[in-house]
């Protein structure tokens, strides 16, 4: 993985400084991740006293660390170094099932002179 590709990753179509001279197209890292039955009995504990649940929030961030993470992995097997236009989605495949998904699109970036 190309560790140095984490500052280049936006939500924006391009970089102050930088311009696209190649666009690879639509990269993506997908996980699929479950609540495990003691951290849904857990969870369930938080809720009785409302505020954050801290076990679904853990959960959740680790899906989309995860998901990020692919998706860089995959612009740098394609030779990207630097992904615009990222976005995240989910999608609650069965109960307790949930698919998240982290995609952009994957680019040569040039430093401009």
Same mark, same amino acid.
């Given at each position: 993985m190309n560790d140095g590709m984490h500052a280049f990753v936006t939500t924006a179509n391009g970089f102050d400084g930088y311009r696209v001279? #190649? +666009? *690879?197209?639509? /990269? #993506?890292?997908?996980?699929?991740? @479950?609540?495990?039955?003691?951290?849904?009995?857990?969870? @369930? *504990?938080? +809720?009785i006293f409302g505020g954050n649940i801290t076990l679904f929030t853990e959960l959740a961030e680790q899906s989309r660390r995860e998901a990020y993470e692919l998706m860089i992995q995959h612009a740098s097997e394609? &030779?990207?170094?630097?992904? /615009?236009?990222?976005?995240?989605? =989910? +999608?609650?495949?069965?109960? &307790? /099932?949930?698919? /998240?998904?982290?995609?952009?699109? =994957?680019? +040569?970036?040039?430093k401009i002179p």
């Open positions: 001279i #190649r +666009t *690879f197209g639509i /990269v #993506r890292g997908i996980t699929c991740r @479950s609540r495990s039955m003691f951290g849904s009995m857990g969870a @369930s *504990f938080q +809720t394609i &030779g990207a170094n630097g992904i /615009v236009a990222m976005r995240y989605d =989910a +999608t609650e495949i069965m109960q &307790g /099932v949930t698919e /998240v998904i982290a995609y952009g699109t =994957a680019v +040569t970036l040039e």
